[in-house]
């Protein structure tokens, strides 16, 4: 099926609930909306990349410890070139598998179609070590494709079977399908529908429509898909449903009707395209994306690729556990001297936004007296404010109050390096962030995190302007936009160094 909708019953429902949707001030969705799978969406190549990882490491050193069982001579010159064999083996095997396209869903998905030509490609494998390893190391063919078939052959059963247990249930809750939304509902709107169902294998799911007119031009279904609201209540309907993609169907002639539509979704952390139907330019087709034969004009790209999120989580979580370790000393010593010196609990929990501006719980150690705590930061922390303990002013100033947040880390509500979270009621000169600064949730396009680039350029503490904001605002969105795995690197070195500065001393308190 080229094109999943879901029950038009529950779609009817769906628009029902929107229709009588509000929105707060801060763009949250309210209506109890039945609501679209809220389960991420697992990107292919990431599910290919790293199954592509596992089988070189595999086949890797199932060949190196063959060779090494096996291989007669002894001479440092044979066990290079056996272990250049074995590598170049394992190398050739993983393409193979590649050019044969067991790496894709449908390969995960139904793996006993694919045992046989896979143990094929990992004969050719075996033959291409062991036929030119018998000339040059005397290596024991007959042996060597023995061992070879064990170690690699019962890798690649073994771990096909293992995949096809992980992939099913979340195709199952399609979590290999793109959610998409259609901003538009005439007819430029159809023939984006119409071209998207005529396209053969693509796996996607058209949750419904959003458009801001109420005439004919802009009708309540368009074929089978209803309208859920208006563009306004986009922002909140993706931040309580999975959307990955946002497809604008309005012509490009209707430019000033675009800025308005693109100026209320940038801030979301969802591809956002334009469909070229309707274009009258004759650009390259190089200029398009597709979305199977759907031409599409890039606008706004969420700032991490599937891919990059996938890497950044597995080293957020990695390094936090790490650290967790190192500093349990440390924690165990803090949490200490904040019990002995004030009653109540050691941690301090707090409600702050996080991705794509929903809200989590943060833990502190706390550094105020119980009967003084400001779970929402109405009233942001002073110089010598009373309502701070002196263990709490001496953590706050080595920001040793923040180690608990690497338990967020692990719980993948926060990142090691991003913006950092604000918590509801952050002000800046009495007024709310948001109030402040243009564009402001903008920095939530990525998850928070325990330091940023603009806390290591000097930007932390009272936020007593707003011109503090601003900054805090505009190292934010420099960083998302520049992101890159070595930048979180260069960051989490340089913090150490940035507490010590005398920018720090001035501003954290």
Partial sequence: ??????????????????????????GRFDANVKKASRGGY????????????LDFTAFSLAGLTGVMILMRRADPYAAVVAGLLALLGALLTAWLLRETKHYGVAALLHPARRILTGLGVLLIGGLAVGVPGRWLVELPLADWLRVWAVMAGGWFVASRALAWGWARPLAKAGAFRRHVVIVGGGRAAQRAIDTLEGSPGLDVEILGLFDDREDNRSPEHVRRYAKLGRIADLAGYARENRVDLIVVAIPLSAE????????????????????ALESELKLSPRAYDYLGNLPLLAVFDRPLSPWGAFVKGVFDRTVAAALLVLFAPVMAAVALAVRLESRGPVLFRQKRYGFNNELIEVYKFRSMYVDR?????????????????????FIRKTSLDELPQLINVLKGELSLVGPRPHATQAKAADKLYEQVVDGYFARHKVKPGITGWAQINGWRGETDTEEKIRMRVKYDLEYISNWSLWFDIYILLKTPISLLSSANKENAY
């Fill in 42 to 53: 697992v990107a292919p190549e990431v599910a290919q990349r790293v199954l592509k990882i």
């Fill in 1 to 26: 099926m080229a094109v999943c909708a879901d029950d038009p019953v529950l779609r009817k429902e769906r628009a029902q609930d929107v229709q009588g949707a509000r929105t707060s001030p801060r």
């Fill in 373 to 393: 705590c400001d779970a929402t930061a109405s009233k942001l922390v002073t110089k010598d404010d009373p309502r701070v303990t002196k263990v709490g002013r």
């Fill in 256 to 275: 000033k009707r675009l800025l308005q539509i693109l100026s209320q979704l940038w801030e979301l952390p969802v591809d956002i395209r334009i469909s």
